[in-house]
């Protein structure tokens, strides 16, 4: 963004008050200033404690400072007032009011990043869309990419969008944006005729980027291709689906995408209430907790090995006999008897639909 939209503002101030009024930037250097003499100097060692401020006001060297509000957890600009005492921080709350009006208005007419974000995040008309792509000189019809980054612990820290940001330098075409308190979307610009291999080698080079001793620290979902801009919403939310889906049935994937969700976008998308009723139906002689942790283990084995019993005895070393004896076993319990293939698709669905009550916090 121009400092001469917040310059011009300052300027004003200075008919107003007799306090310097200045904004600085992320990495403490004045961008814009009251007092001319004042732009481009430097203050660094500021950045720390007006980020610890939370948006508040801070008193530093007899100046204070206030943060401008950003979508990340990191300020873009501060708007600092000369004084420490309660007129400075009045006028640096004011500042704070009109400069960010101005930075608002200047995004919403000149930043593709601002537009496109207004885009996925579902504020802006179709119609307007179209108009706001002209002004800007977005291509309306283009193949894009639509991926969601969010950390697997949100304890640690958020998603560096600093590293993404260098993996795609392009911002003309390319744009990774902070949404809401954890997530980063970015939006990639993809050569035409671009599939679904093409997605997931950019979401495993974004995964690969942000391993942390060879482990996986984030989630990326991956949205269907929207070839038109008014599609990149629709897109937005497959990711964030993905993500949740993947989070309930296949836990040991970290690169989820939307289109190889299977049966389980259909289970997350039943009310919770119509998948009670469901296990209450298929489990009529004991509930599915009846079944203790080794006879699971053992239906999920028998799962993997396509239903065949020789095989899965082998797996988990013990023979065919027992094998089938443990079958047995969880007919009586169930009435289900998992070497029949309809019994089996029946198992199988009500134990994805009981990970997904339990993972909305329901006991069924």
Known sequence: ?????????????????????????????VIACSELTGIGKKWPKHVEAIEAAEGGCVTLEGKTFKAMPAWGTHFDYAVFASGDDSVGRTVCSMAVVALNSAKSYY??????????????SDNILISDIYMRAKELHVPAEQCRGVFVIRPVDHRLDAVPMDVIQSLFPDRQN?????????DVALIHQLPDGSGTRELEK??????????????????VGIGTIAS???????????????IEVGKVFDTERFVINYENLGIGRL????????????????????????????????????????????ETARKLFVHRNTLVYRLEKI????????????DAITFKVALMVKKYLTSRGIEA
Do not use: W
């Not at 990149?232 to 497959?238: D, F, H, M």
């Open 228 to 242: 038109h801009l008014r599609e990149l919403a629709k897109s937005y939310k497959e990711a964030q689906i993905a």
């Open 331 to 342: 007919k009586k319990l169930t009435g289900l008897d998992l070497r029949e293939f309809d």
């Open 202 to 219: 950019v979401a495993a080079q974004i995964d690969e980027a942000l391993r942390v001793d060879g482990e996986s620290r984030v989630f």
């Open 1 to 29: 963004m121009s400092g001469r939209i917040f310059q011009n503002v300052v300027l004003q101030f200075k008919e107003t008050t007799d306090r310097t009024i200045g904004v600085i930037d992320s990495e403490g250097t």
């Open 107 to 120: 995004e919403e007419k000149h930043d593709k990043g601002s537009f496109i974000k207004n885009i996925i």
């Open 267 to 310: 289970i997350y998308q039943l009310p919770t209430t119509l998948c009670e009723m469901f296990l209450q139906e298929v489990f009529k002689k004991n509930p599915i907790d009846a079944l203790d942790q080794e006879t699971l283990f053992t239906i999920y084995k028998f799962f993997e090995n396509n239903l065949n019993v020789s």
């Open 174 to 182: 390319d744009f990774v944006l902070s949404v809401g308190e954890e």
